[in-house]
């Protein structure tokens, strides 16, 4: 900015210089050529253009540095001796691949207690459903002798009351002298027996309903022994899935394609678990068929930073090939220690040649403002105010200093949005002329006024 601001005021001062020699030969030839008391009036040469089509396209370049899509420290969950290690630095590796084992025997000693655990919870549980069956065939007793004891009761209660009516006649019998006393007596004796058979029927009636009763607690009891046996399966079965995870520990697998990028550990290392202390990570796997580029934006351009920017990039190692991708992410914040705002752009690595930590220039496209048209920036009389500026253009063969309404201003071309039509001379040079001078536009060599594309706003990267 500095370097063309000295250039173009060393050209206005030449220029200057040269209008007043050749504005003063013309006068002088004015005079000697002119009656005496006639005044010349011939009309300056100036350098003249026109507005070049498309606007300023506006940038953000930044040093950016690469970075594996992911990546993973893989430390041991478990600790133990590294019995295998299946990869080093450098290896290409696949998701879930086996790439280390750790051997810890009292794990896998643990998971085979896990399993018979289990054996053992279903084979209890097992028992128990018999025994369900076995006091459900006891209740179903119980019940029947419930019923037959019932039945004896009203058997001896029937024969007791016919005893006691056949007794009864025999006693009046005896007491009519019809019958001698004997008989009497043994009719005596066989109703007693049917009353002793009738409590004794009655007892077992009581038995019965008794031993019913405990036929079914024995099956509530063992229904709730099948409830505990069932849910000491459950439980044999998280201790046996635990046993198995940490036994499943003991291998670690790749997360995901990629490249061993760390090695620290070799076979036959004792492994400390992460979980008792262990800070060094056994390996370390990075996802590189796709990687990002991290840029910091300035402050001055994060108003204009999006997602689906387009970005141009091109790093140190890979000469001057460019990368066209999109900005992928932004923080949406500031970092207010260095006011520059992170931002992260994808970039796909199929054949892997943007290697992790490589480093470059990423060029962010923040305004593509072609709808506009320009000027060089030395069309302008002196400094713009407030998106206002003034430039001289011929108008009836005089300078005419017209108002004109800028946008973006790259120190080299200016964006013009009104006061000049496509078809207006525009003084290149206005510190030479005066309003209303009489002028007349000098032609300009080819491509002096018309950029070939629309010229573009770039801010350094930031160191």
Excluded at 103 to 109: F, H, K, S, T, W
Excluded at 381 to 391: I, L, N, P, Q, T
Aim: net charge negative; hydrophobic share 40%; charged share 30%.
């Amino acid at each position: 900015m500095l370097a063309a601001a000295v250039v173009a005021g060393v050209s206005a001062a030449a220029w200057y210089t040269h209008i007043k020699e050749a504005t003063a030969a013309s006068r002088a030839a004015g005079s000697s050529n002119t009656p005496e008391g006639q005044q010349a009036d011939e009309p300056i040469p100036v350098e003249t253009v026109r507005l070049t089509k498309g606007g300023i396209i506006r940038t953000s370049t930044q040093i950016g540095s690469v970075h594996p899509y992911e990546e993973a420290d893989l430390f041991a969950k478990i600790s133990g001796y590294l019995s295998k290690l299946n990869v080093n630095y450098g290896d290409s590796v696949k998701q879930d691949q086996v790439l280390a084992e750790i051997d810890d025997p009292e794990v896998e000693a643990d998971a085979e207690k896990a399993v018979a655990d289990v054996r053992q919870a279903v084979a209890a549980s097992a028992q128990t459903e018999a025994f369900i069956e076995v006091a459900k065939a006891d209740r179903e007793a119980a019940a029947s002798a419930v019923e037959q004891a019932t039945s004896e009761v009203e058997r001896f209660v029937s024969m007791s009351s016919y005893h006691s009516k056949k007794f009864e006649r025999y006693r009046r019998l005896v007491q009519s002298k019809a019958v001698p006393q004997e008989i009497a007596d043994e009719e005596e004796e066989s109703y007693e027996s049917a009353r002793s058979n009738e409590h004794a029927a009655r007892h077992a009636v009581l038995k019965a309903k008794a031993d019913l009763i405990a036929a079914e607690a024995r099956i509530k009891k063992a229904k709730a022994d099948l409830d505990e046996a069932r849910a000491n399966i459950s439980v044999a079965e998280a201790k046996r899935a635990r046993a198995e995870a940490l036994l499943g520990y003991t291998k670690i697998h790749s997360p995901y394609d990629g490249v061993v990028t760390k090695r620290n550990f070799f076979r036959g290392a004792f492994i400390r678990s992460a979980a008792e202390g262990g800070v060094i990570p056994l390996l370390t796997v990075a996802r590189t068929d796709k990687v990002y580029v991290v840029t910091e934006v300035p402050d001055r351009d994060v108003p204009l930073t999006d997602v689906g920017d387009t970005v141009e990039i091109t790093l140190d190692a890979l000469g001057t090939e460019v990368f066209k991708a999109k900005v992928s992410r932004i923080a949406e914040r500031e970092d207010p220690t260095t006011r520059t705002m992170h931002t992260e752009i994808d970039l796909p690595n199929p054949e892997n040649r943007i290697r992790p930590g490589m480093y470059g220039i990423a060029k962010i496209i923040l305004d593509m403002s072609t709808k506009n048209s320009t000027l060089p920036a030395s069309c302008l009389v002196g400094e713009s105010r407030g998106g206002r500026a003034d430039v001289y253009l011929i108008k009836d063969g005089k300078a005419k200093k017209t108002a004109v309404a800028v946008g973006a201003d790259d120190g080299i071309r200016v964006e013009i949005l009104s006061g000049v039509e496509p078809e207006d001379e525009v003084l290149t040079n206005p510190s030479s002329v005066s309003e209303g001078i009489p002028v007349r536009g000098a032609p300009q060599e080819a491509g002096d006024s018309e950029p070939a594309e629309a010229s573009p706003t770039e801010h350094a990267p930031n160191k």
